[in-house]
């Protein structure tokens, strides 16, 4: 029992800094006991945090404490050390491989608890303690316990390297000083680290102030995260409304059409059984009449027949089978016609603003423009030609999306959207986001436009020419020259001939380039502006047999 009771002891004055006994033992504030050397080294490394903490609890305290030995467990430890009973190193006091062994020990070696930047000696608790005992020792520098204190050997001089040259960006020791180094700019290496450590200190603070700045966007873009997702959900929940709305509307007009054919149908129905009905009444009358007839005619008596006669021959005119009309197979076909042209018409609708819908829905932001052919592609439209819009000179090909000037005029039914004068023809689709395109044009020249659906189509006045007016923008291409057109005002333009132009529209940023495409893409001339309505692609041929072609983009 009493063996047990100095077990208990030893574990209860052992040091959990050096894990040894206590040596001159001091209680902190908390409650926990430390030797005096290792609460002290603890604490001195923790001076620049201003804030000194129990490396077993934790708990914090400011200022310093001031340490004081305690005088009871000096004593149990002196009466320990008496019966001769020194506590035995764990097995996690042995130096293990990734751990720094002390360099005196024989045999298995214990952990090295400090390094000496003097000696150049890692040293456990035990073979420390001349350091702390002896005056000459103690003014050595101890560190933690490193495995690279070779590395602070001259391996040309075997000294101790405690000079660090400037010129050469290296550690050395005196000796090189007065030989391969002579001449050099050279400080001591405590002085090299002083001004290393402001200069870490100044990136520790640049990388701090890189961290608030990432903590703040990382608060803006969850911020932003938080308003996508808002603005998301009300977008579907108001478009799930007008959407219903839409629905219930068109399940209304389908119910109105649907009562009103049925009431037309009684209406119809009602007023064919009525004139049905006489018409088998006369016809019942008639067959009477021809009976009475039939009889008389089979009579002998010819004076008889010739009194009866006049009262039975005498016929009535039919009242209605000049007022029937029998329309073939054709009552209300009228009406399914008309609907199937709101279905179509619907259809021509929803598809241009879908298009317009799907654009609003990615086009949240404004991006900068793109800076290379590949980036442009990201943003490329597929083009076709309104056969409505082409002049009558235009014939349109390649699946309406190549247009050729020709000399006799193309059988194009009449149309108001039609350009009546130049050989200019519109896009069927509207453009806005963000979209490129290209034009491949052959001939004389060509111009390459955009305008608004209003512009005018009819006569030969400016208002109705791409680029003469301030409801389109075009540019002028020959083999030669370019020039860009808008409100009457012409800008000669320089750049490297092509014949394959490529256009670049920012509807939301009013931004809309052209570019000269060949193997490289050069800028032509950047607009900068505010578009209020979706405009459309437009072309303007101005020779005969000369094309302009929108390509299709690979």
Partial sequence: MAQRGVQLNQDTISCSICLGLLKYPVTIPCGHSYCMNCIKTHWDEEDQKGIHSCPQCRKTFTPRPVLEKNILLAELVEELKKTGLQAAPADHCYAGPEDVACDVCTGRKLKAIKSCLVCLVSYCEKHLQ?????VQLKKHKLVEPSKNLQQLICSRHDEVMKVFCRTDQQSICYLCLMDEHKG????????ERAEKQKELEVSRQQIQQRIQDGEKDVKLLQQEVEAI???????VEDSEKIFTELI?????RSSDVKQQIRSQQETEVSRVKELQEKLEQEITELKRKDGELEQLSHTEDHSQFIHNYPSLSALSESKHSSSINIRPLRYFEDVTAAVSETR????DILTEEWTNISLAVTDVDVLPEPKSRAGFLKYSRKI???????NTHLLLS???RKATVMEEEQSYCSHPDRFSYCYQVLSRESLTGRCYWEVEWRGEAVYVAVAYKNISRAGDSDKCLFGFNDRSWSLYCDQKNYIFRHTQVQTPISGPPSSRIGVYLDHRAGILSFYSVSKTMTLLHRVQTTFTQPLYAGLWILAPESSAEFTNIK
């Fill in 184 to 191: 050099h700019e050279t400080v001591l290496v405590p002085a």
């Fill in 229 to 235: 997702n808002g603005s998301a959900d009300k977008a």
């Fill in 384 to 390: 076709t030609l309104d056969p409505n819009t082409a």
């Fill in 344 to 347: 179509d018409k619907l259809q």
């Fill in 248 to 252: 219930r509307l068109i399940q209304k």
């Fill in 398 to 400: 390649e699946g309406n």
């Fill in 130 to 134: 001349p350091h702390y005992d002896v």
